[in-house]
């Protein structure tokens, strides 16, 4: 694996609009060349981070250092960053070529140098043939690349992107999404994206910042995000989880027992946190952890370690199929199953009776807050 250098940092970063906190001591490191997304609901910051970055907004406190210099209070064309916006924000009075061009113009390039380099950069988003085009004759697609494309041509070392794709209809947007993580990677460019769409975060990024209220909750590999949140916020606002109750019964050196929901369980011991006898946990599992067997009407009892419950709705997916099934607790649970139609022991309806387990040890075990 490559060495890791950091690029940015940002140091202690607090913004108020007003008396609003809109950034709360934010200390982040962003690495040469990485693809870091910054992930959270409508309203925790995610944008005005990308603005303080770019220098559109000025810090209320704290310092923002590129290469160890601080660029805090430089003015957004002296910071080597450029910014693709949400609406793109193409001249809708000049064509593809010039639009591309217009930052080296301002630079006093040659026109000759001018031409290879946009042919350059048009070639790598694959919008060469369309050069004479206005942005009024372009897809949202294709003017989604020539905004790329403009944005590249000038070397800056950091590419920021304010969900970029948010106008995109699904097929298209899965489509860019590959698109832009190739061309980051042949680019070498550092990129850091904002989106509030946990898929698009996790497929893309090399790394994700989940934000909430301000402030960051977790820093991490998409995997860590997803297998290993280090709360209750990331766990529920980054893809579907279920939640349980349990209370600790004994712990030894690596493994503790517990009751949920009626059942016992031997756990692996948390490594963030300590255990003790007595002290309350939620256990938490995604619906694809879950394992769904239907109850033959020989059963008189649950097999060890299984929840009774009923299929309350359930989604068809295609290769998958997603099932809610009440418990005898009341617990709502969401499982996520293969569905192999040749295999009747698979087959499931609502208002079945079905034993609900989980793969042992893919649990995340958090405090009870």
């Not at 690495?31 to 959270?40: A, R």
């Not at 193409?90 to 080296?104: I, K, T």
């Not at 934000?211 to 980054?238: D, H, R, T, W």
């Amino acid at each position: 694996m490559n060495e890791q250098h950091s690029l940015l940092e940002l140091k202690g970063l607090t913004k108020f609009f007003g008396v609003n906190k809109v950034l709360d001591d934010v200390d982040l490191v962003i690495n040469d060349g990485e693809f870091l997304t910054l992930l959270g609901p409508s309203g925790c910051g995610k944008t005005t981070l990308l603005r303080l970055i770019a220098g559109f907004e000025r810090p209320t406190s704290g310092k923002i250092l590129m290469n160890g210099k601080e660029i805090s209070h430089l003015p957004p064309n002296r910071r080597f960053v450029n910014t693709i916006f949400q609406q793109y924000a193409l001249f809708p009075h000049m064509n593809v070529f010039d639009n591309v061009a217009f930052g080296l113009v301002m630079k006093g390039i040659e026109d000759e140098v001018i031409e290879q380099e946009v042919f350059k950069a048009l070639e790598k988003v694959k919008m060469s043939q369309f050069y004479a085009r206005f942005p009024s004759e372009l897809s949202s697609g294709q003017q989604q690349r020539v905004a790329m494309a403009r944005a590249f041509i000038n070397n800056p070392k950091i590419l920021l992107l304010d969900e970029p794709l948010s106008a995109l209809d699904y097929k298209l947007r899965q489509e860019m999404q590959i698109e832009l993580k190739e061309l980051q990677k042949d680019l070498g460019l550092t990129f850091v994206y904002v989106t509030h769409d946990q898929e698009e975060a996790l497929s893309m990024s090399d790394r994700v910042v989940v934000l909430n209220e301000g402030m960051i909750e977790q820093v991490g590999s998409p995997i860590q995000i997803y297998e290993e949140p280090k709360n209750m916020f990331v766990a529920k606002f980054v893809g579907e989880i279920n939640v349980f109750d349990g209370m600790v019964l004994k712990v030894d050196d690596s493994n503790f027992d517990t009751v949920v929901e009626g059942m016992f369980y031997q756990l692996r011991k948390p490594k963030a946190f300590e255990v003790s006898r007595g002290s309350k946990i939620k256990v938490l599992l995604r619906p694809e952890d879950m394992v769904v067997s239907k109850v033959n009407s020989a059963e008189m009892d649950a097999p060890e370690n299984a929840l009774r419950g009923v299929i309350n709705h359930l989604v068809y997916k295609g290769r998958t199929i997603d099932l809610w099934i009440q418990t005898a607790g009341g617990n709502m649970i969401m499982a996520t199953q293969f569905f192999n139609e040749d295999d009747p022991d698979i087959i499931y309806a609502v208002d079945d009776v079905v034993n609900v387990s989980w793969i042992k040890d893919w649990e995340v075990i958090l405090p009870d807050a």
